[in-house]
């Protein structure tokens, strides 16, 4: 493992679905005093960390923040979802590659040894082979998530080839966590399904019954980055991004899952906007390479995923 406990760390984007979590398990880490947490607007979540305001498209501020602090490693997670920058696209494309420019230009300057940046399989498109997505394949993504997200890893590649900038990438399939809200993707109703079957007992999705979508439970995505990060640098042999797998399943699936625990559970479908995005992502993942390179296996499977869903909101619900 590839680990210097003294490195300070900063998160950008600490405030969301991964940034929080991801928070957590660097603390046990790193110790909170070197982790710090950056975001565009404050929350009590941040109360063990120093915590920085920022918008990541301000460079100079940035810059201040990595001095200040003495910052070796940046994980970027500030970016506008799928189904939120289609709202917006040009913003979308803007807060998604001028905040990654300004972090890669930081480490091509040596004031940081290592970037994270995640990707996602928004990056692939309706051409791609849909079942058991390779690694390397047809990338031509259709919304701007998605080709900001395909820009990112040829980019990262790039600053890494050109200036031997230490960056490291997964691409995130669907991410389902009970510790904060979903940020505005096309999966997350696999989250939404969890908190409307506790506390209406209904639920209307809006994708299709079949839409099968690669997801991931948040402790696993949690482990791989860190994996990935601490792994030494000659297993990382993939600089764009690495294809990550965990749990494939439509709405209907997960449904019958929940009913399980909560048979009273029903769900009715109306699909919208988001059916269209959902339609050009792939169903299921091949990550071989990962596994291969630094040895990443998921411990959830669909079963052991809503048990621990379910548990953890239950007992949320019941404390409140």
């Known amino acids: 493992m590839s680990i210097n406990k003294e490195d300070k760390i900063l998160i950008i984007g600490a405030g969301g679905q991964i940034g929080l979590e991801l928070l957590e398990e660097l603390n046990k880490i790193y110790g909170p005093s070197n982790v710090i947490a950056a975001d565009i607007r404050s929350s009590n979540a941040f109360s063990q960390n120093p915590f920085e305001t920022l918008d990541v498209l301000n460079a100079e501020a940035l810059f201040n923040i990595v001095k200040k602090h003495g910052i070796k ?15 917006n696209p040009l913003f979308g ?11 890669l230009d930081l480490a091509k300057e040596k004031h940081l040894t290592k970037v994270y940046w995640p ?15 390779p690694q390397y394949t047809v990338m031509e993504p259709t919304t701007v998530y998605g080709i900001s997200k395909q820009a990112g890893e040829r980019w990262c590649e790039y600053y890494f080839n050109k200036y ?30 969890f908190h409307e079957a506790l506390e209406k007992g209904v639920y209307e999705c809006f994708l299709g019954e079949n839409t099968a979508l690669p997801m991931m439970y948040m402790p696993d995505a949690i482990r791989a980055t860190i994996q990935l990060m601490h792994a030494p640098a000659e297993q990382v042999k993939i600089r764009g991004s690495y294809n990550l797998g965990g749990i494939s399943f439509d709405p209907k699936t997960i449904a019958n899952e929940i009913k399980k625990h909560v048979p009273s559970f029903s769900i009715t479908y109306k699909p919208d906007f988001r059916q269209q995005i959902a339609e050009s992502w792939p169903q299921s993942i091949n990550d071989t390479e990962a596994r291969q390179h630094w040895g990443w296996v998921p411990e ?7 048990q621990d869903m379910l548990f953890h909101l239950q007992k949320e619900k019941s404390v409140k």
């Open 119 to 133: 990707s996602s399989i928004a990056a692939f498109g309706p051409t791609t082979p849909r079942v058991n997505t």
């Open 73 to 87: 490693q940046v994980y970027l997670l500030a970016a506008l979802l799928s189904a939120t920058a289609e709202k």
């Open 164 to 193: 031997g900038v230490d960056v490291r990438s997964i691409r995130y399939p669907g991410l389902i966590g009970y510790k904060s809200a979903p940020g505005g993707g096309t999966t997350d109703y696999a989250v939404h399904i």
């Open 300 to 306: 959830y499977d669909l079963g052991k995923m809503v």
């Open 93 to 103: 494309w803007q807060l998604n590659m001028q905040g990654l420019f300004n972090v």
